[in-house]
C-alpha cells in the first residue's frame, strides 16, 4: 500500500464551505477531491480544466473604469434612469 503524507494550504472560508457543500452533494470528501486531482495533474501534466483570467479584471477595462470614477467625481458623468427590462425564459 502507498504511503500517504499531510498536505497543508489554507483556504478562504467560504471557498472551503461551498467546495465542502459540492463535495457533499457528490458523495466525497475534500480529501478525495484533491486526491482525485492531484492524481489527473500527476497523469496529464496539466491542470484538467481551463484556467483563465476574468477580463472585468484586465488592465484596459481597469483604466476605463478608473476614467469613467473620474467622470463622477468631477461631474462629467451623467446618468438617467430607465424601465428594467425582464426576459422572459
Known amino acids: 500500500m502507498a504511503r500517504t503524507v499531510n498536505v497543508n494550504f489554507k483556504l478562504d472560508e467560504d471557498v472551503k464551505k461551498r467546495m465542502e457543500r459540492a463535495c457533499s452533494e457528490m458523495g ?10 492531484a492524481k489527473k495533474v500527476g497523469r496529464e501534466y ?8 476574468d477580463p ?7 483604466r476605463h473604469l ?3 470614477m473620474q467622470d463622477v467625481r468631477t461631474g462629467k458623468a451623467h ?4 424601465d428594467l427590462i425582464e426576459v422572459e425564459e
Open 28 to 37: 466525497l470528501s475534500m480529501s478525495t477531491a484533491f486526491t482525485i486531482f
Open 46 to 53: 496539466r491542470i484538467p480544466f481551463e484556467v483563465s483570467v
Open 56 to 62: 472585468f479584471y484586465s488592465e484596459s477595462n481597469l
Open 66 to 68: 478608473e476614467s469613467v
Open 79 to 82: 446618468f438617467a434612469e430607465h
